[in-house]
């Protein structure tokens, strides 16, 4: 069974730039979900998606942050413009049920 | 929700058993214990999980005291491949399907 596939897998932008990174669930995979990990932290949920719906993004900031789930299948997260505390490892996980969650190798993403 | 305690870092020789702890001390009655872990640049890996009794998969042994209010994840036969923050997360039922919750984890390095 293919993992969860995301890219790129490091990406590297001036402040006030925009970036998008896109993310590839588990086939049949109904649940996605999009975390921000910062260095020496734990990951924080920005967004969940239940198929095409959104169902939590309480926490994204939503002035510069969006994300879509077209199809219910691929999503990407887009940042513009970026910020210098932008800089984290952004991870993608989906979820056949409502239990264990399967996350991507993340991508790096550092703002200078 | 429960909170949960860990030590920052651990240590471990190549071959012999990995405890890692985990306090809980204000578990509720219908709270899981989930363990995942995180391996340098991936995305956390779930590992195992349970209520009250004794788990063991493929990967590790969960093992919970009486009272519930503390664990411990053994890996038996810890490999270098096993250094990686370790996430203890405590988790109820109406939680599921939501983000989850991580703290800092303990980092564990296994060395030869």
Sequence with gaps: EAGVAQSPRYKIIEKRQSVAFWCNPISGHATLYWYQQILGQGPKLLIQFQNNGVVDDSQLPKDRFSAERLKGVDSTLKIQPAKLEDSAVYLCASSPTLDTQYFGPGTRLTVL | DAKTTQPPSMDCAEGRAANLPCNHSTISGNEYVYWYRQIHS?????????????????????????????????????????TAVYYCIVRSPRQAGTALIFGKGTTLSVSS
């Design chain 2, 42 to 82: 991936q995305g956390p890996q779930y590992i195992i999980h349970g209520l009250k009794n004794n788990e063991t998969n493929e990967m590790a042994s969960l093992i919970i005291t009486e009272d519930r209010k503390s664990s411990t994840l053994i890996l038996p036969h810890a490999t270098l491949r096993d």
